[in-house]
């Protein structure tokens, strides 16, 4: 079992920034991938990015490419997402999972947090 703890969601305007968090306890942090998704009120879960259990190669949403970045830290079993030039669109609950897969699909993901809320305001 992983558990995942994301953290770090807020209410920002248009143009700033967040960097979310998801702090990981449970099996070997390393051993597997991990990627952040995203919910929009009414709409499907969609994905933003992923990074792979050695860190080395990551993955974007096209529409999130070039403003978003994933990374992770080993020795604080935590994976981030740093989101610049947030635009209103963004909104939407945020959501990391974890994977022995390196996949941008949503059903390769074993483990998943609880959410953590994201609003850009105009």
């Known amino acids: 079992q992983v558990q995942l703890v994301e953290s770090g969601g807020g209410l920002v305007q248009a143009g700033g920034s967040l960097r979310l968090s998801c702090a990981a306890s449970?099996?070997?942090?390393?051993?597997?991938?991990m990627g952040w998704f995203r919910q929009a009120p009414g709409k499907e879960r969609d994905f933003v990015a992923a990074?792979?259990?050695?860190?080395?190669?990551?993955y974007y949403a096209d529409s999130v490419k070039g403003r978003f970045t994933i990374s992770r830290d080993y020795a604080k079993n935590t994976v981030y997402l740093q989101m610049n030039s947030l635009k209103p669109e963004d909104t939407a609950v945020y959501y990391c999972?974890?994977?022995?897969?390196?996949?941008?699909?949503?059903?390769?993901?074993?483990?998943w947090g609880q959410g953590t809320q994201v609003t850009v305001s105009s």
């Open positions: 999972a974890a994977t022995p897969y390196f996949s941008g699909n949503w059903y390769r993901y074993d483990y």
């Open positions: 449970g099996r070997s942090f390393s051993s597997y991938a």
């Open positions: 990074i792979n259990w050695r860190g080395d190669n990551t």
